[in-house]
């Protein structure tokens, strides 16, 4: 199993900035993706951003301009720089990997999901 690790969180005022990083086993698929989610007190949890093994990046409209996701495939680490934060900001963010394995008749095999146990940020007004 691949184990999650995020980091990172803790409290800024409203306009700061945090940066979240989020630690992985080694993995081995011919097709994944890497992504954040948050979930704020009473609602469900939703889509932040995600990049792919390709480079590929999509951001929440709700982020868009303001955050930037990264990764270092050689430390299997990724990363969320979050920018000019706002109090709707505040929630419990999760890393998520997604991952397909490879089958002699191509990426078809099956397909994996893990998540860490998310780190807090909270954005005062």
């Known amino acids: 199993q691949v184990q999650v690790v995020e980091s990172g969180g803790g409290s800024v005022q409203a306009g700061g900035s945090l940066r979240l990083s989020c630690a992985t086993s080694?993995?081995?698929?011919?097709?994944?993706?890497m992504s954040w989610y948050r979930q704020a007190p009473g609602k469900e949890r939703e889509f932040v951003s995600t990049?792919?093994?390709?480079?590929?990046?999509s951001y929440a409209d709700s982020v868009k301009g303001r955050f930037t996701i990264s990764q270092d495939n050689a430390k299997r680490t990724l990363f969320l720089q979050m920018n000019s934060l706002k109090p709707e900001d505040t929630a419990v963010y999760y890393c998520?990997?997604?991952?397909?394995?490879?089958?002699?008749?191509?990426?078809?095999?099956?397909?994996?999901?893990?998540w860490g146990q998310g780190t807090q940020v909270t954005v005062s007004s």
């Open positions: 990049i792919d093994g390709d480079g590929t990046i």
């Open positions: 080694r993995y081995i698929y011919c097709r994944y993706e």
């Open positions: 998520k990997i997604r991952g397909t394995v490879l089958l002699t008749s191509g990426c078809r095999g099956n397909t994996y999901t893990y």
